[in-house]
Each structure stands twice: as C-alpha cells, then as structure tokens.
C-alpha cells in the first residue's frame, strides 16, 4: 500500500517542506510509502490531468488523496513551450517543467532567474491579456466543478480507494449531489484554523494527518 496525493501548495507542504506535509505524516500512521504530487500554485486543470495520468496504472492498493484548489488558477503554455500560472504571471514550479528529479536533469539548469525574467517579460502582454479576458469566476467554478464531479465518480467507478477535499472553505464548490462522504466537508484550511492566505504549520500537517486517518479507517481502506 501506498498515500498518492495530488493537490497545491498545501499539499507540497510550502512553510514546512515537502517531507513535513501530511502526506509524510499519514504515511507513518499508516506504515507505508508515499508519494506526494503537490505542487505550489498549481490549478484544478493540473490536479485533474495528473490524477488522471497516475491512475492509468493504478495499484488497488494504494490510496490517494485529492486536494482540490482555487478555480481561478489557471495553466497557461506560451508557444515556446514554458508554462505560466494566470494570474500572477509567475512560472509553475520546475517539478512541473521537469519532473520531480529536478537536479539531475541538464534542461533544469538552464532555467535560470535571468532566463525566467526573459520569459516573462516576453509574454506578460500574453499573460495580461488572457487574464483580463477569461479568468472568469463563474466559468471557472464551473469549471472546476465538472473536474471534481468527473473525477470523483470516474474513482468511485474505478473502485480506487481515494478521498476528496478543499484547501480553503472559501473555494468549496456545489459538488455535494453528485458525490458521497469521501468528498470530505471538512477542509485543511479551516479544521487546521489556519489564517486566510497563509498556509497550515507542522502541527496543522500532523493534526490534519491523523484526521485522514481516522477517515482511512472509516472508509474501509486500512
């Protein structure tokens, strides 16, 4: 058995580092591995197509934890192949570029800050333009909702041991007809008491941990 999540930064585990977020923690609890796929400002568009990779070749054992975000962020790839995350102009992390072996791979070490500066200067216009345009609040709720509905019954579907939440519950969307109690009501940001715009501390990742658990057990899936 194996924790998989997908989520933003508060699953990346920004403020505590990656081997500090709760996937680590649940892992521990559990007594297994894990693999943690978060990535800071990241969008719903990227929680959706990287679950979607991983469970082509998914293991029945393994559990995986969904962290649905803010539906405004969006992806945004120039024609030169860099990608963007609207609307803050600012790059995706190099994980996403480059994969999670960042080190080691000589593509990486090119992107430097003076390179990223170039980009960026190069395509704000582009970026300004698509921001003003089409983030949307309304379209990109929608959006997000048809992503978590799919996604959710496509897992139940698959008979993939899985758990659904949101980092704030500012951003909880009108999912709860069409899914069941493995979409938790409870969301990181708010059961951790966590201050809006800031991210959950160590204690926040282990309290949050252990209430994953109880909802492994819950569930059936441990």
Same mark, same amino acid.
């Given at each position: 058995?194996?924790?998989?999540?997908?989520?933003?930064?508060?699953?990346?585990?920004?403020?505590?580092?990656?081997?500090?977020?709760?996937?680590?923690?649940?892992?521990?609890?559990?007594?297994?591995?894990?693999?943690?796929?978060?990535?800071?400002?990241?969008?719903?568009?990227?929680?959706?197509?990287?679950?979607? /990779?991983?469970?082509? !070749?998914?293991? @029945?054992?393994?559990? *995986?934890?969904? +962290?649905?975000?803010?539906? &405004?962020? %969006?992806?945004?790839?120039?024609?030169?192949?860099?990608?963007?995350? /609207?609307?803050?102009? !600012?790059?995706? @992390?190099?994980?996403? *570029?480059?994969? +999670?072996?960042?080190?080691? &791979?000589? %593509?990486?070490?090119?992107?430097?800050?003076?390179?990223?500066?170039?980009?960026?200067?190069? !395509?704000?216009?582009?970026?300004?333009?698509?921001?003003?345009?089409?983030?949307?609040?309304?379209?990109?709720?929608?959006?997000?909702?048809?992503?978590?509905?799919?996604?959710?019954?496509?897992?139940?579907?698959?008979?993939?041991?899985?758990?659904?939440?949101?980092?704030?519950?500012?951003?909880?969307?009108?999912?709860?007809?069409?899914?069941?109690?493995?979409?938790?009501?409870?969301?990181?940001?708010?059961?951790?008491?966590?201050?809006?715009?800031?991210?959950?501390?160590?204690?926040?990742?282990?309290?949050?941990?252990?209430?994953?658990?109880?909802?492994?057990?819950?569930?059936?899936?441990?």
């Amino acid at each position: 058995m194996k924790i998989i999540a997908v989520g933003c930064s508060f699953t990346e585990g920004t403020g505590v580092g990656r081997k500090n977020a709760y996937p680590a923690h649940l892992a521990k609890l559990c007594n297994c591995e894990y693999e943690n796929y978060g990535e800071s400002g990241h969008s719903n568009d990227y929680i959706f197509r990287k679950v979607i /990779s991983l469970i082509k !070749n998914w293991n @029945s054992k393994d559990i *995986l934890l969904v +962290q649905w975000t803010n539906p &405004n962020r %969006k992806e945004l790839v120039t024609k030169e192949g860099f990608s963007f995350y /609207s609307p803050w102009n !600012n790059f995706m @992390s190099l994980e996403f *570029l480059f994969g +999670q072996d960042v080190a080691n &791979n000589p %593509k990486a070490k090119e992107f430097t800050n003076e390179k990223q500066k170039e980009i960026i200067k190069n !395509n704000s216009d582009f970026i300004d333009k698509y921001t003003e345009a089409f983030i949307n609040t309304d379209y990109q709720n929608n959006i997000s909702e048809c992503y978590q509905i799919t996604l959710f019954n496509t897992l139940e579907n698959l008979n993939v041991k899985h758990i659904n939440f949101y980092g704030w519950d500012s951003i909880k969307l009108n999912v709860d007809n069409l899914t069941n109690d493995k979409f938790l009501k409870d969301t990181f940001g708010e059961y951790t008491k966590t201050s809006i715009s800031d991210h959950p501390n160590l204690d926040g990742h282990i309290n949050w941990a252990k209430y994953l658990f109880d909802k492994l057990k819950n569930f059936n899936y441990i």
